[in-house]
C-alpha cells in the first residue's frame, strides 16, 4: 500500500513539475502576498498630511503645532493664508488633516478661558481619521493638562504640586510598536495556505477527471483511499513548505519574533490542512473540468478569507457573520499562527482552536471521502 | 471595423456566455457576495471592547472612573478580577482586549492631590484595534481626570475656571460624518468586482477558441483581429456595467451609502476602467492558450493589485516609498480614487481630471497592446 502511496505522490510531483502555470500560481502568489503584506498592507498612521492656519502665531500655537508634528503622527504640508485655501486642500485630498488656530489662543490660554481650535479631518478613510483623531486626542489632553498647570502655578503656586492628575499608563502586548506588519505576517500563512492548498488538491483530482485518466488509475489495482491520499498528500508537503518558507521570511526579513513553539504550530497547520485538503476534495466532486474548480473556488475561498480574522475584526462583525466564522478553520488557525508567533503561548490556551480545527476537518474530510467515493461508482 | 460583423460575433459571444451557467453565476452572484461580505463583515472601528478591570483600591473614586468606561460604548467590562494573572491569562486567550489596573492609591491621590496612573494592558497583536482602543481610553481618564481637578479647585477655594479646560478641539469631519466603515469600503468594491469578473470571464474569451481548437475556423473567416477582438468583447461590456450598476444600486439603497457625484462622470469612469480591465484580460487570454492558465494568470495580475494597492483598504500614503511608487502602475488605483470621490465628495470632473486621464491613457494603451498583440498571434 505504503508502495502505491509513494508512486502516486511521485507522479503527483512530476506532473506538477511539468504545469507551467500550475507552478506560477503555486510559487507566485506566496512571493507577491509576502512582500505586499509586508509592505504595502498597513492599517498605521504616520505623518498625516495636515494643513495648518496659524492666526495666534504665538509661541504657544506654535508650541502646539509642534507637538503635532513632533509625534511623527501628522506632518505640517502646507499654511494656507485664508479658509478658503485650506478647505480646498481638504476637498482635493492633499491634506487628510487641516487646523485653524484662531487669533487669541495665546491671550485665552493665559486666562484660563478654553481656546478652541478647529480641526477638519477628511473621513473617507474612516480607519485612518479615526486613528489619527485618536492621536489628536492624545495630543490635546497633555497640552491641555500643561497648560492647565501653568494657570494654576499664576495663581496658587503652593498647590500646584498637590492637583490631582491622573495619566493612563500604556502598557501594549507582544507588539509595543503597534506594527500592522506583525499582525499581517503570521496571517498571510494561513491566508496562503488556504488558497494554494484548497486548489491543489481540488485540481489534482479534477484534471485526471477531465482528461479521462481517472478511470485508467481506478482500473489500477489502487484502492479509493490510497488514491485520495495520494492526491492529499502532495498538497499537503507543498501546504506545509509554504508555512515553513513564510515563517522563516517572516522571522528573518520581516524580523516578526516567533515566541512560541514550533511543535505547537506544526499541530496547527497539520490540522487546518486536514480541513483544507478535505475542502479541495469536496470541490473536486463537485466538478467536471479544472476551469469549473478554479471558479467554484471563489466561492469558497472569498468568504473564507473576508470572514477569517485576517484583517477585519471578527469582534466588529455583526452576529450572523459572528456565527459564521465558527465554521470557518481559517478563524482557528489564525488564532493559532498569532498565539505562536506574538503571545508565545502554548496548548494551554490553544487548545480549543486545536479542537475546532480537528472537529472540522473530520466532518469535511469524511463528507468528501464519502461523496468522492460515491463519485467513483 | 465592419459593424455587422462586429455584431455577428458579439451575439456569438453573448450566446456561449449564456448557455454558460457557471459564467453567468459568477457574473451575477460574484457581486452580491462582495458585497454581502464586505459590506457587513468589513468594520475596522472598535467598539464593545472586552475590558478586564483589576481595581486595587476599590474606592468610590475607582468606581466612579470604572462606570465612566462601562459608559462609554466602546468599552463593556467583562470581568472584575482580583490578581495580574488573571489578566494576563485572559489576555493571551484573547477574551480581554484591555485590561485596566487601578493603583491601590488612586482615592488618596485623588484627596490629596499628585499624580497618579491608571495602568492601561493592551492586546496590542491587532495594532489597528489596540491603538483605536487606547485613544478612546485616553479619551476617557483625561476627561475624568480635569473634572476631578475642577472639583479639587473648588474644594480648596481656588476659582474654578484654572481648571476649565485649556483647550478644546472643535471636530468636524467631512465626507464621512460618522466615520462609517462601510462607507469608506463599498465604493472600492465596485472596481473589485469589476476587476474580478472582468478579469475572469475576459481571460476566457480567446483561450476557449484556442483550447476547443475553433481559432482557426474563426481566422479563416474575413473578420479581421480588430472586430474580433471589439465584438467578443462588447458582451462582457455590458455584462460588466450591469454588475457595476447593481453594486452601485445596492451602495446606495441597501447599505446607505451617500452618493454625491454625478451619475455621468461614475458612468464615463466606469466605461474607462472596463476598457482596461477587459484589454487585460483579452490580452492575457490571447497569450495563454488554455483557460485555466489564462484566469489564473489574469487573476493573479488584476485582482492582488486591486485588493493591495489601489487604496481600496490600506492607505496608499501610508506606504513606503517605492512601493507607493509602485501604485501608479496600478490602474485600479486611479478608478478607486475617483469612486469614492464621487461617492462621499461629490467631486467633479474638474477636481477628477487627473485620475481620468490616467484611466484615458491606460485605456489607450491597452485597447493598442491588444489589438496588435492578438494580430501578431494570428499571424
Given at each position: 500500500?505504503?508502495?502505491?502511496?509513494?508512486?502516486?505522490?511521485?507522479?503527483?510531483?512530476?506532473?506538477?513539475?511539468?504545469?507551467?502555470?500550475?507552478?506560477?500560481?503555486?510559487?507566485?502568489?506566496?512571493?507577491?502576498?509576502?512582500?505586499?503584506?509586508?509592505?504595502?498592507?498597513?492599517?498605521?498612521?504616520?505623518?498625516?498630511?495636515?494643513?495648518?492656519?496659524?492666526?495666534?502665531?504665538?509661541?504657544?500655537?506654535?508650541?502646539?503645532?509642534?507637538?503635532?508634528?513632533?509625534?511623527?503622527?501628522?506632518?505640517?504640508?502646507?499654511?494656507?493664508?485664508?479658509?478658503?485655501?485650506?478647505?480646498?486642500?481638504?476637498?482635493?485630498?492633499?491634506?487628510?488633516?487641516?487646523?485653524?488656530?484662531?487669533?487669541?489662543?495665546?491671550?485665552?490660554?493665559?486666562?484660563?478661558?478654553?481656546?478652541?481650535?478647529?480641526?477638519?479631518?477628511d473621513g473617507t478613510n474612516s480607519n485612518t481619521a479615526l486613528i489619527a483623531l485618536g492621536y489628536v486626542n492624545r495630543i490635546a489632553a497633555v497640552f491641555a493638562s500643561d497648560y492647565g498647570s501653568d494657570a494654576i502655578a499664576r495663581l496658587a503656586p503652593a498647590r500646584l504640586r498637590v492637583l490631582p492628575r491622573i495619566e493612563l499608563e500604556e502598557r501594549p502586548w507582544y507588539n509595543p510598536s503597534f506594527e500592522s506588519r506583525w499582525f499581517f505576517v503570521p496571517g498571510v500563512i494561513g491566508s496562503l495556505m488556504l488558497v494554494i492548498t484548497v486548489n491543489l488538491t481540488a485540481f489534482a483530482v479534477v484534471r485526471e477527471r477531465e482528461i479521462g485518466t481517472l478511470e485508467q488509475v481506478m482500473?489500477?489495482?489502487?484502492?479509493?483511499?490510497?488514491?485520495?491520499?495520494?492526491?492529499?498528500?502532495?498538497?499537503?508537503?507543498?501546504?506545509?513548505?509554504?508555512?515553513?518558507?513564510?515563517?522563516?521570511?517572516?522571522?528573518?526579513?520581516?524580523?516578526?519574533?516567533?515566541?512560541?513553539?514550533?511543535?505547537?504550530?506544526?499541530?496547527?497547520?497539520?490540522?487546518?490542512?486536514?480541513?483544507?485538503?478535505?475542502?479541495?476534495?469536496?470541490?473536486?466532486?463537485?466538478?467536471?473540468?479544472?476551469?469549473?474548480?478554479?471558479?467554484?473556488?471563489?466561492?469558497?475561498l472569498t468568504p473564507g478569507f473576508t470572514l477569517s480574522g485576517f484583517s477585519f475584526p471578527i469582534a466588529s462583525m455583526p452576529p450572523v457573520m459572528q456565527w459564521l466564522t465558527y465554521v470557518n478553520p481559517l478563524r482557528y488557525l489564525l488564532v493559532v499562527l498569532r498565539g505562536t508567533f506574538l503571545k508565545g503561548v502554548g496548548l494551554a490556551v490553544l487548545w480549543p482552536q486545536m479542537l475546532a480545527m480537528a472537529a472540522i476537518g473530520a466532518i469535511v474530510l469524511s463528507v468528501s471521502v464519502f461523496r468522492f467515493r460515491k463519485s467513483l461508482d | 471595423m465592419n459593424l455587422t460583423r462586429v455584431g455577428a460575433i458579439s451575439?456569438?459571444?453573448?450566446?456561449?456566455?449564456?448557455?454558460?451557467?457557471?459564467?453567468?453565476?459568477?457574473?451575477?452572484?460574484?457581486?452580491?457576495?462582495?458585497?454581502?461580505?464586505?459590506?457587513?463583515?468589513?468594520?475596522?472601528?472598535?467598539?464593545?471592547?472586552?475590558?478586564?478591570?483589576?481595581?486595587?483600591?476599590?474606592?468610590?473614586?475607582?468606581?466612579?472612573?470604572?462606570?465612566?468606561?462601562?459608559?462609554?460604548?466602546?468599552?463593556?467590562?467583562?470581568?472584575?478580577?482580583?490578581?495580574?494573572?488573571?489578566?494576563?491569562?485572559?489576555?493571551?486567550?484573547?477574551?480581554?482586549k484591555l485590561a485596566l489596573v487601578v493603583p491601590p492609591d488612586f482615592g488618596r491621590r485623588l484627596r490629596d492631590g499628585g499624580r497618579v496612573s491608571v495602568q492601561a494592558i493592551v492586546d496590542a497583536t491587532d495594532d489597528n484595534t489596540a491603538n483605536l482602543a487606547i485613544g478612546y481610553a485616553t479619551a476617557v481618564v483625561s476627561g475624568f481626570s480635569q473634572d476631578v481637578q475642577l472639583e479639587w479647585m473648588r474644594r480648596h477655594g481656588l476659582p474654578d475656571r484654572s481648571a476649565a479646560p485649556p483647550l478644546s478641539i472643535e471636530f468636524r469631519t467631512w465626507y464621512n460624518e460618522e466615520l462609517e466603515s462601510r462607507n469608506f469600503i463599498i465604493p472600492g468594491v465596485v472596481a473589485l468586482v469589476i476587476t474580478l469578473v472582468g478579469a475572469l470571464l475576459s481571460s476566457l474569451t480567446i483561450a476557449r477558441e484556442w483550447e476547443r481548437g475553433t481559432m482557426e475556423q474563426l481566422v479563416s473567416t474575413p473578420v479581421t483581429a480588430r472586430e474580433i477582438m471589439v465584438g467578443k468583447l462588447i458582451p462582457y461590456f455590458g455584462i460588466l456595467l450591469v454588475d457595476a450598476a447593481i453594486c452601485v444600486a445596492v451602495g446606495i439603497a441597501w447599505f446607505a451609502v451617500p452618493f454625491r457625484g454625478t451619475v455621468g462622470t461614475l458612468f464615463v469612469a466606469t466605461a474607462l476602467f472596463l476598457t482596461v480591465v477587459l484589454g487585460i484580460g483579452f490580452m492575457i487570454s490571447v497569450a495563454i492558450p488554455n483557460q485555466l492558465g489564462a484566469s489564473s494568470i489574469a487573476i493573479l495580475v488584476t485582482l492582488l493589485p486591486t485588493n493591495l494597492l489601489s487604496g481600496f483598504a490600506f492607505p496608499i500614503d501610508q506606504m513606503p516609498a517605492p512601493i507607493r511608487a509602485l501604485t501608479y502602475l496600478v490602474w485600479s488605483r486611479y478608478y478607486v480614487t475617483i469612486l469614492k470621490a464621487l461617492f462621499l465628495k461629490g467631486s467633479g470632473l474638474r477636481d477628477l481630471a487627473e485620475p481620468l486621464?490616467?484611466?484615458?491613457?491606460?485605456?489607450?494603451?491597452?485597447?493598442?497592446?491588444?489589438?496588435?498583440?492578438?494580430?501578431?498571434?494570428?499571424?
Amino acid at each position: 500500500m505504503l508502495g502505491r502511496i509513494f508512486h502516486m505522490i511521485v507522479k503527483e510531483f512530476l506532473q506538477l513539475r511539468r504545469d507551467r502555470y500550475a507552478r506560477i500560481r503555486l510559487v507566485a502568489p506566496p512571493l507577491i502576498q509576502m512582500v505586499m503584506f509586508g509592505y504595502a498592507a498597513t492599517f498605521e498612521v504616520h505623518h498625516v498630511a495636515t494643513a495648518v492656519i496659524d492666526r495666534d502665531n504665538s509661541q504657544e500655537s506654535r508650541d502646539l503645532v509642534s507637538r503635532f508634528t513632533a509625534s511623527g503622527r501628522f506632518t505640517v504640508i502646507a499654511r494656507p493664508r485664508d479658509e478658503g485655501e485650506l478647505n480646498e486642500l481638504v476637498e482635493r485630498g492633499r491634506a487628510t488633516i487641516a487646523i485653524e488656530i484662531r487669533s487669541g489662543f495665546a491671550e485665552q490660554l493665559r486666562k484660563g478661558v478654553t481656546a478652541p481650535v478647529q480641526l477638519i479631518v477628511d473621513g473617507t478613510n474612516s480607519n485612518t481619521a479615526l486613528i489619527a483623531l485618536g492621536y489628536v486626542n492624545r495630543i490635546a489632553a497633555v497640552f491641555a493638562s500643561d497648560y492647565g498647570s501653568d494657570a494654576i502655578a499664576r495663581l496658587a503656586p503652593a498647590r500646584l504640586r498637590v492637583l490631582p492628575r491622573i495619566e493612563l499608563e500604556e502598557r501594549p502586548w507582544y507588539n509595543p510598536s503597534f506594527e500592522s506588519r506583525w499582525f499581517f505576517v503570521p496571517g498571510v500563512i494561513g491566508s496562503l495556505m488556504l488558497v494554494i492548498t484548497v486548489n491543489l488538491t481540488a485540481f489534482a483530482v479534477v484534471r485526471e477527471r477531465e482528461i479521462g485518466t481517472l478511470e485508467q488509475v481506478m482500473v489500477s489495482p489502487i484502492r479509493p483511499v490510497e488514491f485520495i491520499l495520494g492526491k492529499t498528500l502532495p498538497s499537503f508537503l507543498v501546504g506545509l513548505a509554504v508555512a515553513a518558507l513564510i515563517t522563516l521570511v517572516g522571522i528573518l526579513w520581516f524580523r516578526v519574533p516567533f515566541r512560541g513553539n514550533p511543535l505547537v504550530l506544526l499541530l496547527g497547520l497539520s490540522l487546518f490542512l486536514i480541513c483544507t485538503l478535505g475542502m479541495g476534495l469536496l470541490i473536486s466532486t463537485l466538478c467536471k473540468t479544472q476551469q469549473q474548480a478554479f471558479a467554484s473556488s471563489f466561492f469558497i475561498l472569498t468568504p473564507g478569507f473576508t470572514l477569517s480574522g485576517f484583517s477585519f475584526p471578527i469582534a466588529s462583525m455583526p452576529p450572523v457573520m459572528q456565527w459564521l466564522t465558527y465554521v470557518n478553520p481559517l478563524r482557528y488557525l489564525l488564532v493559532v499562527l498569532r498565539g505562536t508567533f506574538l503571545k508565545g503561548v502554548g496548548l494551554a490556551v490553544l487548545w480549543p482552536q486545536m479542537l475546532a480545527m480537528a472537529a472540522i476537518g473530520a466532518i469535511v474530510l469524511s463528507v468528501s471521502v464519502f461523496r468522492f467515493r460515491k463519485s467513483l461508482d | 471595423m465592419n459593424l455587422t460583423r462586429v455584431g455577428a460575433i458579439s451575439r456569438k459571444e453573448f450566446l456561449q456566455v449564456r448557455r454558460d451557467p457557471r459564467s453567468l453565476l459568477i457574473a451575477l452572484f460574484m457581486p452580491i457576495m462582495l458585497l454581502g461580505l464586505l459590506g457587513y463583515g468589513v468594520r475596522l472601528d472598535a467598539k464593545h471592547v472586552p475590558v478586564y478591570v483589576f481595581d486595587r483600591d476599590g474606592s468610590q473614586d475607582s468606581q466612579a472612573l470604572l462606570k465612566r468606561f462601562q459608559a462609554s460604548e466602546y468599552f463593556d467590562i467583562a470581568r472584575v478580577v482580583d490578581d495580574y494573572a488573571a489578566i494576563t491569562e485572559a489576555v493571551d486567550a484573547g477574551r480581554c482586549k484591555l485590561a485596566l489596573v487601578v493603583p491601590p492609591d488612586f482615592g488618596r491621590r485623588l484627596r490629596d492631590g499628585g499624580r497618579v496612573s491608571v495602568q492601561a494592558i493592551v492586546d496590542a497583536t491587532d495594532d489597528n484595534t489596540a491603538n483605536l482602543a487606547i485613544g478612546y481610553a485616553t479619551a476617557v481618564v483625561s476627561g475624568f481626570s480635569q473634572d476631578v481637578q475642577l472639583e479639587w479647585m473648588r474644594r480648596h477655594g481656588l476659582p474654578d475656571r484654572s481648571a476649565a479646560p485649556p483647550l478644546s478641539i472643535e471636530f468636524r469631519t467631512w465626507y464621512n460624518e460618522e466615520l462609517e466603515s462601510r462607507n469608506f469600503i463599498i465604493p472600492g468594491v465596485v472596481a473589485l468586482v469589476i476587476t474580478l469578473v472582468g478579469a475572469l470571464l475576459s481571460s476566457l474569451t480567446i483561450a476557449r477558441e484556442w483550447e476547443r481548437g475553433t481559432m482557426e475556423q474563426l481566422v479563416s473567416t474575413p473578420v479581421t483581429a480588430r472586430e474580433i477582438m471589439v465584438g467578443k468583447l462588447i458582451p462582457y461590456f455590458g455584462i460588466l456595467l450591469v454588475d457595476a450598476a447593481i453594486c452601485v444600486a445596492v451602495g446606495i439603497a441597501w447599505f446607505a451609502v451617500p452618493f454625491r457625484g454625478t451619475v455621468g462622470t461614475l458612468f464615463v469612469a466606469t466605461a474607462l476602467f472596463l476598457t482596461v480591465v477587459l484589454g487585460i484580460g483579452f490580452m492575457i487570454s490571447v497569450a495563454i492558450p488554455n483557460q485555466l492558465g489564462a484566469s489564473s494568470i489574469a487573476i493573479l495580475v488584476t485582482l492582488l493589485p486591486t485588493n493591495l494597492l489601489s487604496g481600496f483598504a490600506f492607505p496608499i500614503d501610508q506606504m513606503p516609498a517605492p512601493i507607493r511608487a509602485l501604485t501608479y502602475l496600478v490602474w485600479s488605483r486611479y478608478y478607486v480614487t475617483i469612486l469614492k470621490a464621487l461617492f462621499l465628495k461629490g467631486s467633479g470632473l474638474r477636481d477628477l481630471a487627473e485620475p481620468l486621464l490616467a484611466l484615458v491613457v491606460y485605456a489607450a494603451v491597452v485597447g493598442a497592446c491588444a489589438t496588435r498583440v492578438f494580430r501578431k498571434t494570428l499571424r
